[in-house]
């Protein structure tokens, strides 16, 4: 198989212009699962085969992308886009913000953010939402004072603390939007005069909000963007150099700023497929398209979670995330037939965070909305089997 399709690749090369070899690689042998992998996650099926193909091939130049000068004319001209089309997407473009393509994950921003927003005596003020808000937390107190406004920890995380009051006189406000483990996530942001930063790692371009209300956001991209090994971060310019701190090189988002996302060499790849998963979300209509589709899946999930007896949600109802559903069975025992159901229907990466056991639907941007009816079958499906072993 691979070598037909190789010597055809290798034929192609050599005929560029003859029909029958310009190829799309074909997947059709491979038998697809239901992703719900809380990330790396499921990516669009065509990001996958351009990826592929620019492997190979990377815009016809005969090159891998993976070969290529992140300096090349074509490198930069992905890295334009992907920048360009993130604040288009986000509805930021000309409002004075940047994009930055970054490496070291979203847990490196933990520590990017106070060393480039807090003053040498300032402070910075949390709320502390989830596994990764406490991350961050953890960062910023060994840059000065930190307050947690609010915190949902002593009821593991299962909802979004409300009613808090930020301090007037914080160098920011930092909150996790969407808490991928414990599946909540903030419906209404504050308004503030202080910078607002939001860690928006696993609902990015998700759903409708308006972006303009934040001064720094920033995702990893392998929960709903790309694959892993780039953070994406935009900040509205005009917050920065404000610290009287000396900053690292590499952790200065001035001088990646002015480098144009290219201080150093950049994640090439990843770069290149976030890109295409952002091309199909335009494509597609933008995120007020997605939005809709994202809440089909997840009322479809929710609904099936509340009706059914045998399982309960996780996370309080007001608060639960589109993205991320976190569900546990009423009673233990039927974990193994429902677990042999699920994996039958060919779902992969169901089960839940080990802090909040039990089940996590992860339902980002690319898994159809033909996965969620899938796995709500095998829920109904469970309660006929039960109800069968009962009597
Ligand atoms: C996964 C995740 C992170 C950590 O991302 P890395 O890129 O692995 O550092 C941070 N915040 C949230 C909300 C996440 O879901």
């Given at each position: 198989m691979i070598d037909i399709w190789y010597i055809k690749f290798s034929l192609r090369y050599v005929f560029p212009n003859f029909a029958p070899l310009n190829f799309r690689i074909q997947h059709t042998h491979i038998m697809k699962k239901h992703n719900y992998s809380a990330g790396p996650c499921i990516l669009p099926q065509e990001v996958f085969e351009k990826s592929a193909e620019a492997i190979l091939n990377f815009n016809n130049s005969g090159l891998s992308i993976l070969e290529?000068?992140?300096?090349s004319k074509d490198f930069v001209a992905v890295m334009d886009e992907a920048r360009a089309l993130a604040l288009d997407l986000l509805g930021?473009?000309?409002?004075g913000y940047q994009a930055l393509f970054l490496h070291g994950g979203a847990s490196l921003e933990f520590l990017m953010i106070p060393y480039n927003?807090?003053?040498?005596d300032g402070k910075a003020a949390y709320l502390d939402s989830g596994t990764w808000a406490s991350s961050a937390i953890k960062e910023a107190v060994s840059f000065g004072e930190t307050v947690?406004?609010?915190?949902s920890k002593s009821e593991n995380y299962n909802h979004i603390p409300k009613g808090y009051v930020v301090p007037a006189d914080a160098d920011y406000f930092h909150c996790t939007s969407n808490n991928t483990i414990f599946g909540t996530q903030i419906k209404d942001f504050p308004s503030l005069d202080i910078p607002v930063v939001c860690d928006?790692?696993?609902?990015?371009?998700s759903r409708v909000l308006?972006?303009?209300?934040?001064d720094l956001i920033y995702a990893?991209?392998?929960?709903?963007?790309?694959?892993?090994?780039t953070t994406l971060v935009v900040i509205?310019?005009?917050?920065?150099?404000?610290?009287?701190r000396t900053i690292p090189s590499m952790l200065d988002y001035e001088k990646h700023i002015k480098a144009e996302s290219?201080?150093?060499?950049?994640?090439v790849f990843p770069v290149y497929a976030s890109l295409l998963t952002l091309q199909w979300l335009k494509k597609l209509g933008g995120i007020a398209a997605i939005e809709k589709i994202n809440n089909a899946k997840a009322s479809l999930l929710y609904a099936e979670i509340d009706r059914n007896p045998l399982f309960r949600g996780a996370a309080k109802v007001e608060d639960r995330s589109i993205m991320n559903a976190t569900f546990l069975l009423?009673?233990?025992?039927?974990a193994p037939i429902f677990d042999t159901l699920w994996k039958e229907a060919g779902?992969?990466?169901l089960p839940g965070h080990r802090s909040v056991g039990g089940y996590r639907a992860?339902?980002?941007?690319?898994?159809?909305?033909e996965s969620v009816e899938v796995l709500v079958d095998v829920m109904k499906d469970l309660e006929i089997k039960v109800s069968e072993m009962k009597f």
């Open positions: 290529i000068s992140h300096r930021l473009t000309g409002k927003l807090m003053k040498k947690v406004v609010a915190s928006m790692s696993s609902d990015i371009f308006d972006f303009s209300k934040f990893g991209a392998q929960k709903n963007m790309g694959p892993a090994g509205k310019e005009e917050i920065l150099g404000k610290t009287g290219m201080y150093n060499t950049p994640a009423e009673n233990e025992a039927h779902i992969s990466g992860s339902m980002y941007n690319a898994l159809p909305l």
